[in-house]
């Protein structure tokens, strides 16, 4: 069975940092492109930033580019978010996902909430 | 900056059929955009439905299908089902140099 289970949210104050964790199970994890999306309260998805399977390629959204940084520990299954000069428009619930193909996001954690305060 | 568009809420009745669209700032949305949808009820993590225009994931249901239509992506629902009350995003594929994605606002279906 597939598993993702992201950890790491917190409050944090506005300039803060924040590392996200998401440990994976149940497939070849280093097979696989990642995905982090967000979801901010009561608002639609965004898709924050994925990472290839070797890690050598890594994209981010635009307002992201600069203050976050995307990796990975095959060794580990682990998948994770750097998130620094955090600011309030990043309180989200984050999600790891597991891209299949071209955004085939099929399988996802539960989430794990940031909350960024002024 | 991209920007894909959805309605924001539908309304359909059970048994109803409703047809769900995603349309791109870009221009046409085509199968080189690998449109994925994307379903979400209230305080769950969202759910592939469809990827890649037409394609189902295992569990979604045959009453759900992917198309593109003139030059949008749609996602039809036929048969609708009480259980099918969510919201449904759309999600497309940009390729190139920087490579990115992004997704829909959001549809909102209300079965009634």
């Known amino acids: 069975e597939v598993q993702l289970v992201e950890s790491g949210g917190a409050l944090v104050q506005t300039g803060g940092s924040l590392r996200l964790s998401c440990a994976v199970s149940?497939?070849?994890?280093?097979?696989?492109?990642l995905t982090w999306v967000r979801q901010a309260p009561g608002k639609g998805l965004e898709w924050v930033a994925n990472?290839?399977?070797?890690?050598?390629?890594?994209y981010f959204m635009d307002s992201v580019k600069g203050r976050f940084t995307i990796s990975r520990d095959n060794a580990r299954n682990s998948l994770y978010l750097q998130m620094n000069s955090l600011r309030v428009e990043d309180t989200a619930i984050y999600y790891c996902?597991?891209?299949?193909?071209?955004?085939?996001?099929?399988?996802w954690g539960q989430g794990t909430l940031v909350t960024v305060s002024s | 900056q991209t920007v894909v568009t959805q309605e924001p809420s539908l309304t359909v009745s059970p048994g109803g059929t409703v047809t769900l669209t995603c349309a791109s700032s870009t221009g046409a949305v085509t199968s080189d955009h690998h449109p994925n949808w994307f379903q979400q009820k209230p305080g769950q993590a969202p759910r592939a439905l469809i990827y890649s225009t037409n394609n189902k994931h295992s569990w979604t249901p045959a009453r759900f299908s992917g198309s593109l239509l003139g030059d949008k992506a749609a996602l039809t629902l036929s048969a609708v089902q009480p259980e099918d009350e969510a919201e449904y995003y759309c999600?497309?594929?940009?390729?190139?140099?920087?490579?990115?994605?992004?997704f829909g606002a959001g549809t909102q279906v209300t079965v009634l």
């Open positions: 996902t597991r891209d299949v193909a071209y955004g085939y996001l099929d399988s």
């Open positions: 990472i290839s399977p070797d890690g050598s390629r890594k």
């Open positions: 149940g497939f070849p994890f280093s097979s696989h492109w």
């Open positions: 999600f497309l594929y940009y390729g190139g140099a920087q490579l990115n994605y992004v």
